[in-house]
Each structure stands twice: as C-alpha cells, then as structure tokens.
C-alpha cells in the first residue's frame, strides 16, 4: 500500500491538474475522437477532427457525409477504412436511437461500431463523471513498470487490479494522469528516469 501512496502522491506532484487532451466540443465528438485514436496519437486524431468536426458541424451533417470525404480528411489515422464507416455509421445511431446524445449506458456503448471496452471507460469518466480505469498503451505500461499490474496481464486484467488497488474516488484523475505520465514521463523509448521519485519501484532496466 506504501507503493501505491507513493505513485499517487508523485502523480499529483507532477501532474496535479490532468485534462483529456483529445480536443471536443459535443459529446459525440468525443465518442468519435476516442474511436479514432485507437492505434494512433491524441495530437494527430486532434489534427484531424479539427477539420472534420468543422466541416460536418452537426450529428445530422456527419450522418449523411459520404464515405470517401470522411476517409480524405482521416487517411492519416491507421486503419482510416473502417474508422470512416464507423464515423457515419456512429453518427446514424447516435441520430436516429438515441435521441442524437451519446448514451450514458456501457451495454450501449460497447455496441456501437469500433467502440470497445477502453473507448467507453473514457467516455463514461470524460462525459458523465463515472468511476472507470481505461487501460491504455500508456496505462498498460507504467502500470507494468511499476509492478501495479502483472507483466502477463492483459488490458482487461491490468484494469481489474488497478481498480482493486487504487481507491475508487481516484480512478478518473489516476487514469488521466497514467496517460499523461507515460506520453511525456515514462515513455517507451528513453524514459525520464533520473529525475523520477519512482525509480526505486520501477522495473525498467
């Protein structure tokens, strides 16, 4: 428990104040930038929606965008086929079942096209305020460096233990903040190491 108080109390020293740096302005722009950023940066999906979320400023806009524009303005994104159908085909439920508002409602989510399990951890947390870890390639490998998580663990395994060991209360800013902390602290290449406070507990050679 030691441990855990000790990664808590240096994440909120360095990063005291996280914030979802994807960039929305409605709540389907958020569900649609998460389903975008899969396999891909926050900078480069926040790149691209600038321009798309401009363009088709609307639910009922994107709904009925055509296929081969929404894949020029998302080429850059890998595996940008299936994510533009899954703009439209998002944009079409979204519209026509449930009252043009993402659903506050996991079941529901995770039925919409391309939106698993990570995607609607963080739209629940982002848009409802809801208690949820989404593991991330971030969250997955500091948690995995600082023996929170197992180094067999799956994404679903490694969120069930940090949920077990971080208190519930902290679970959205904790999440935000291991994003955060592995994208610009304990990268994946050349990590910060010599100035980090959890050196000592790090398994990263």
């Known amino acids: 428990m030691n441990n855990i108080n000790t990664i808590l109390n240096y994440l909120d020293e ?13 709540d389907y722009e958020l569900l649609i930038a998460v389903m975008l950023s899969a396999q891909t940066t926050d900078k480069r999906v926040n790149q691209v929606t600038k321009e798309l979320f401009k363009k088709y400023n609307t639910l009922e806009k994107l709904k009925d965008a055509n296929l081969n524009d929404i894949q020029s303005h998302i080429k850059v994104l ?21 009252n043009k508002k993402v659903p506050n409602n996991r079941k529901l ?25 989404a593991v991330d390639t ?20 490694v969120e069930n233990t940090l949920k077990r060991k971080i208190p519930k209360d902290k679970w959205i800013k904790f999440h935000l903040q291991m994003v955060l902390f592995g994208r610009y602290y304990c990268t994946s290449k050349n990590p910060k190491c010599n100035n980090c406070k959890l050196k ?3 398994n990263h050679k």
């Open 200 to 202: 000592d507990i790090c």
């Open 78 to 98: 890998g595996n940008y086929t299936k994510k533009s159908k899954a703009v439209i085909d998002i944009a079409n439920i979204l519209y026509n079942d449930y």
């Open 109 to 133: 989510l995770e039925e919409l096209p391309m939106v698993g399990r990570k995607t609607t951890n963080v739209v629940l947390s982002e848009l409802y305020g809801l208690p949820n870890i």
């Open 138 to 157: 971030h969250v997955e490998r500091v948690s995995k460096r600082l023996k929170l998580a197992k180094q067999k663990n799956n994404v679903l395994e």
């Open 14 to 26: 360095i990063i005291p104040n996280p914030k979802c740096e994807l960039e929305y302005n409605k």
